[in-house]
T-cell receptor, first 113, second 109 residues
Framework: DGGITQSPKYLFRKEGQNVTLSCEQNLNHDAMYWYRQDPGQGLRLIYYSQIVNDFQKGDIAEGYSVSREKKESFPLTVTSAQKNPTAFYLCASSTGGGKNIQYFGAGTRLSVL | GQNIDQPTEMTATEGAIVQINCTYQ??????LFWYQQHAGEAPTFLSYNVLDGLEEKGRFSSFLSRSKGYSYLLLKELQMKDSASYLC??????????WGAGTKLIIKP
């Protein structure tokens, strides 16, 4: 089955620690995205990548980093510089073309210990 | 600035019809999306409108008026499984999506 796989489902971060969230897709999509979702707010874009080895900052990139070494993979690292990391993180990929519909993974819920 | 407004919460009865509104003010317009999101799960795509008018897909329909910056999602024959949040998103001039905060729909028997 084609889809987007995020892991882990739950993650805990200690003070001063970097953590990496995994996102893998087998939909053959070129574009991939990372969003953060907080209660009562819309999804906010952290980073996006339209092609392998290229990515751009979204609206809230500070304290996060990404890489895009393979078409299928777009991992997100939450660094110690991100002072308020507790949130639900969603990875998406899109079809391209006119509609360019985004499809989402199941999400990772990150909490601070 | 760019802004998308949706009601925070709505309640409806099983078997009834509900309309969820979305108004937007964005820099450019390249399409409007509706997604459904059950609690703790990923958003799933429902509909896409880029031209004015009504798009119907089974029990769900979506309407767009670009001149009014307005859309609605219409859900018919409500079922308990329709209890979820409904997210409105607009694709702006830079082709990125701007998301509303979502409308939590509660279905009562």
């Amino acid at each position: 089955d084609g889809g987007i796989t995020q892991s882990p489902k739950y993650l805990f971060r200690k003070e001063g620690q970097n953590v990496t969230l995994s996102c893998e897709q087998n939909l053959n999509h070129d574009a991939m995205y990372w969003y953060r979702q907080d209660p009562g707010q819309g999804l906010r874009l952290i980073y996006y990548s339209q092609i392998v080895n290229d990515f751009q900052k979204g609206d809230i990139a500070e304290g996060y980093s990404v890489s895009r070494e393979k078409k299928e993979s777009f991992p997100l690292t939450v660094t110690s510089a991100q002072k308020n990391p507790t949130a639900f993180y969603l990875c998406a990929s899109s079809t391209g073309g006119g509609k360019n519909i985004q499809y989402f993974g199941a999400g990772t819920r990150l909490s601070v210990l | 600035g760019q802004n998308i407004d949706q009601p925070t919460e709505m309640t409806a009865t099983e078997g009834a019809i509900v309309q969820i509104n979305c108004t937007y003010q964005t820099s450019g317009f390249n399409g409007l999306f509706w997604y459904q999101q059950h609690a703790g799960e990923a958003p799933t795509f429902l509909s896409y409108n880029v031209l004015d008018g009504l798009e119907e897909k089974g029990r769900f329909s979506s309407f767009l008026s670009r001149s009014k910056g307005y859309s609605y999602l219409l859900l018919k024959e409500l079922q308990m499984k329709d209890s979820a949040s409904y997210l409105c998103a607009v694709r702006s001039f830079n082709y990125q999506l701007i998301w509303g905060a979502g409308t939590k729909l509660i279905i009562k028997p």
